[in-house]
Structures are given as structure tokens and as C-alpha cells.
């Protein structure tokens, strides 16, 4: 599938995490993984997680600033959730973000849509072709994980997302590119809305926002017109902001939604 992937030794990984890199035609050139392994023996088709980051980040960030390896390792450990790989990507580290769509000569969704889980399939014997799928993210990931969810309907069981981007013209709240480089030849592809009236079904989906974040009034508008739509969901607000206390936090949330479905 590549023409070169370099993994971690095991001998020198710690907190059950891998480090994946492989080329990618998508990216025009490398991309990087880092994925939560639990040590099960001997495990077969355990459930792959992609977990999306924001702005400013890459592949490391949801471990070195969430611990989410930590908290899934513990729920697992406690029996709250079955056993998970959780693969979380860089973004393409374009600019300071990408938006996990196609632009500039580079095809950041088909990364994270294909690339990904054919990465995570051939270098973790724990997960196969026949393992569910599901995408989660923060902010910038977490537009990515509802648009990207809505879009490739038949390949994810569950969306989840943390206080969204739910419009690409949002992005101009973070990054300093011109927003001309992320905007889609079809104007759908450019909201999570927009992806919905585009491709329809859809899978389960749970979505977050924390009420003294500056995107709580773009997720309000997001539930109410699925609410308007009858589009099935679960929308909750809890209190805090844009940042990664709220996300360490509330991260779980997403793992439980995913593991009952």
C-alpha cells in the first residue's frame, strides 16, 4: 500500500503507544501516526479509533496533552469500555492547519479516510478489514470528524466531536492562511450541514461544546437544525472553554459513546 513505512521498536515505546510513519501520494509525502496499542494477546479486529487533532497540533498532541492513552488504558482496565486501538494522525501539517480537506495539491481527507486505517491495518495485527471504524476530533478535527464522518458514511460506525468547527469559514478564528486555500469548488464541502445535504445517511453521531467556548454559538446552531432536520444525535454543553482541560475531560465521553455502539 506504501511505498515505505517506518514503525517503532517495541523495546523502546512506553504507555502502550506506536509511532507510525509512512509516504503517502495524498500528502506528497510523509505522514505521521501515533497510535494507542492496549496489550491484549493475541487480540483480532479490536475497534479502530481516528482521533482528529486542531490547529496548531500533529499527531502527538492528544497523548502528550490529553493522555488520552492514559484514560483509555484506565477505562479498559476498569471494564468501562472494551478494548480500543486509537490511531491519531497528523493533520498533513499544512499551514497551521489543514481542515482534513483537499486543497493546494494535497488530499488531506483521503489521508485521513484511506491512508490512515490502511497504515494502522497493515503494521497493528490487532486491527483488520473487518474492525468497526469510527472518527472523533477537537475543533478544526472535530469539523473534520463530522464532515469526513458525513461524507464516508458506509466506512464509520459513530462520529464524535469536542467543541467544532462547523463551517470552514470558522477556521479564520485560528489560522493565518487565507481562507480562499480551504474553500471547496462545491460550497457544501464546506460545512458539516453542507455535507449532510450532500451525501445523506449518516452514522451515529455525539458532538460537545463547553459553554464559555468561542464556538458555542456555531454548535447551538449545528444541534438546532439537526433537531429541524430529525437527524438523530446527542448534543450535550458542559462548562469550559477552547482548551485541553475541557477536552482531557470530556474525551471520554467519546470513548463510552463509541464503545456502546
Known sequence: MFRTTEISDPKFESDHLRFITVKSENLKGRGDICVFVPPIENAENLPLVILLHGVYGSAWVWSQKAGVHRTAMQMIEQGKILPMIIAMPSDGLWGDGSGYLSHNQKNFENWIVHDVPNAVRENISAVSISSNLFIAGLSMGGFGALRLGLKHADKFKAIAAHSSITEIDQMRLFVEEAIENYEQDDIRENSVLGALEKYG????????????????????????ALVRLKVQHVYKEYSGGHDWSYWQKHIKKTLLFFAEK
Do not use: M, V, W, Y
Open 201 to 224: 445517511g449518516h452514522p451515529k453521531i455525539r458532538f460537545d461544546c463547553g459553554t464559555d467556548d468561542e464556538l458555542i454559538t456555531q454548535n447551538r446552531a449545528l444541534h438546532s
